[in-house]
């Protein structure tokens, strides 16, 4: 059966990073990733060309493993370099965010190594506001505030760390350290919890196994250089091309 043409309505909503549109298909949005890239809350602004087909690219990948593994997200397919085709979703106001090794905040904020070990992996959430700075809260303050009943961050929680082991599996045979990465969840029509917005080197930190050499945000983040080719070696390690 031929796939039915996808065709951009107006903008809903404009992020940092991706633009969101509704489209002629009902309860089906269409995402497209800019090329914009911001840290520190926004507070530093920078286009890198290219970032945002690689990080169409490098989501779906990874939308697609988790698929196959039976994790449920908002991904359909992608569309076009910088679009892709996602199920409407109502986002919980949360981060969540998973390590396996101490760094960034949590390096900072506990003045600890980063690349410190964990004895297990953690699940942490934050609520999502750049005016606040994404603060840590607690999952009896998710709860008592209305953001997610507490059988909702229970499934978050098994969820995500159900996408580290996927991901940090799949990766660690492409010679790539997960150290830790940020999810953000909706529920679809049908009120099924599922992983969405995106999983890119924007969101994840990735390091190379023998030589710890990063390979994505913060390389922006500490001006490091190289960004763009960092995001193209995610990319190409991780069996893809730009379309
Ligand atoms: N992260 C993100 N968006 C945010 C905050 C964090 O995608 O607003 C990701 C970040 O790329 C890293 C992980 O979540 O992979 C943990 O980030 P951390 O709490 O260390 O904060 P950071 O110091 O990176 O802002």
Known sequence: ??????????MLYEGKAKQLYT??????????????ATAFDGKKKAKI???????NAISAIFFEMLQQAGVPTHHVRKLSENESLVRKVDLFPLEVIVRNLVAGSMAKRLGLQEGTPLRHPTVEFD???????DPLVTEEQVAVLGWATEEEVDEMRRLALRVNDVLSADLLRRNVL?????????????????VADEISPDTCRFWDVQTHAKLDKDRFRRDMGGVEEAYQEM????GGVLA
């Not at 059966?1 to 107006?10: D, N, Q, T, V």
């Not at 060309?49 to 990080?55: C, E, I, R, T």
């Not at 990319?235 to 991780?238: C, D, F, G, V, Y």
């Open 178 to 194: 997960l150290v830790d990465f940020k999810l953000e969840f909706g529920k679809d029509t049908d009120g099924q919890i599922v």
């Open 235 to 238: 990319l190409h390690r991780l």
């Open 23 to 36: 489209c002629n298909l009902p309860d089906c949005y269409v995402m497209f990733y800019k090329d914009d």
């Open 1 to 10: 059966m031929a796939m039915e043409e996808i065709r951009r309505g107006e």
């Open 49 to 55: 060309s290219g970032k945002g087909a690689l990080n």
């Open 127 to 133: 609520y999502k506001s750049d005016p606040l700075g």
